[in-house]
């Protein structure tokens, strides 16, 4: 009986366990590169999935819309300060 693969799910009697207890396959011929290497797959899939979540554009903004954003901002920590305020004078009481 071979273990399954945890990145293509197939079972090969040729695999690598991980530190982490995760099998993968490898077919190689000593002296050759290997033909299939889901290790090296699954390291090159994490790779670029964290590039892509790095490489997140935020979306551009017009003039309006971010004086809009600035003055809500402005607007709310205006209200937090005087929240503070009130709760520090109820404090003195």
Known sequence: ??????????????????????????????????TKDCHQAYLDNLEKNKALKTAKVLPELSHQERSNNVSKLEAYRKELKQKRFALRQQSYR
């Open 1 to 34: 009986m071979s273990p399954k693969c945890d990145y293509c799910g197939q079972r090969n009697y040729r695999f690598v366990v991980t530190a982490n207890n995760m099998t993968f396959c490898l077919e190689q011929v000593l002296g050759n590169p290997p």
